[in-house]
Every structure is written in structure tokens, then in C-alpha cells.
């Protein structure tokens, strides 16, 4: 088996040593599409923020545990999807989940009251249709868009090979399209 080329490999290593640095390096590197991932699979932005909290816990944590047969972010994409679901499952048995409970949400927009309003507006749409969408759709689109995921990459962390998860998005794309309409 050919082992993939990481550029996150000497970050790896330091953390592994316990350079401070590198952990903060490798928490700057991915922790914004960790909570992008995490805000839009759970819909609120405290939950986003837990998950995001938990998950370099995690990583830090088992970082010894890491083989190096993917990349790391395709690592740490699975931790991330994991702790996703979970939180979700955990949400569902206290509180039947529901992603319009969730629209007061942090916006980091800038610009004018009317953009705003338009843009929390579309927001609500794309947040909306992603929660007509199969978990496994949801998380295929998200994956591509938010986090810049190569097919590739998706199947690794998905464990399909790049053709089912190209035809798997297609449909996602489709259905996502539907729904907001």
C-alpha cells in the first residue's frame, strides 16, 4: 500500500513530542472547518462549538494512536463526523431534534442591515433544505463544499470508492437543489 504524501506530517510529529506550538498550529489549521462541518450537520452554534471543543480533545488525545494511512484531515474528518452523530443522537434522546429550533445563530457577516437580512434569509434556506436532506447526503455535501474535500478524500473517510461517493453526491446535489426550490 503506497503511503499518501501529508503536509500536516511534521505538525504531527511535534504535537507528538508535546510542542505546544504545533497543537495550536494544527487547532488554527482545521478548527473553523471543524466548527463549519459541526454547525451545519447539528444547526446550532453551541452544539458546533462543543463538538468543535471535543474533537481536538479527541485528536490530541489518541494523536499517538494515528497511523499516518491517510492523511490527517481525513483523520480528523472522521473524528469530527463521529463526534457529529453523536452529539446528535445525544440531542435526539433528550429533545427530539429540529433544525428550525435553531435559527438565532452568530452571523460573522459584514456589510449592510439589508445584506444582512438577505443573507440570514439564504441562510435559512440552505440550513433548511440540508435538513430535508438523508444524514448521508447531508454529510457528503458538506464535506465537498464546506470542508473542500477531494471525492477521494470522502471515500477514505467514508470507506467508498471515489465513484460511488461522485454518484452519491450527484443525487445529494440534486435532492439539495429540489429542497430549495
Not at 506550538?21 to 462541518?37: C, D, I, Q
Not at 471525492?151 to 435532492?175: F, T
Amino acid at each position: 500500500m503506497t503511503q499518501l504524501v501529508d503536509d500536516d506530517a511534521p505538525l504531527v510529529a511535534a504535537c507528538r513530542r508535546g510542542d505546544a506550538v504545533a497543537h495550536r498550529r494544527l487547532y488554527e489549521k482545521y478548527s473553523g472547518k471543524v466548527y463549519g462541518f459541526a454547525r451545519r450537520f447539528l444547526g446550532d452554534d453551541q452544539h458546533a462549538e462543543d463538538v468543535t471543543q471535543e474533537v481536538f480533545l479527541k485528536v490530541f488525545r489518541k494523536l499517538s494512536g494515528f497511523r499516518g494511512d491517510a492523511r490527517f484531515s481525513t483523520w480528523l474528518f472522521r473524528v469530527t463526523l463521529n463526534s457529529c452523530r453523536n452529539k446528535r443522537r445525544s440531542l435526539e434522546r433528550h429533545a427530539r431534534f429540529d433544525p428550525q429550533r435553531f435559527r438565532e445563530s452568530r452571523s460573522d457577516f459584514e456589510g449592510p442591515p439589508e445584506r444582512l437580512i438577505d443573507h440570514r434569509l439564504l441562510q435559512g434556506r440552505i440550513d433548511r433544505a440540508l435538513g430535508k436532506l438523508s444524514e448521508e447526503q447531508r454529510t457528503l455535501l458538506l464535506l465537498k463544499a464546506v470542508n473542500e474535500m477531494s471525492y477521494r478524500q470522502i471515500g477514505a473517510l467514508l470507506g467508498q470508492s471515489e465513484n460511488q461517493v461522485r454518484g452519491k453526491l450527484y443525487r445529494a446535489r440534486k435532492a439539495f437543489r429540489a429542497a430549495m426550490e
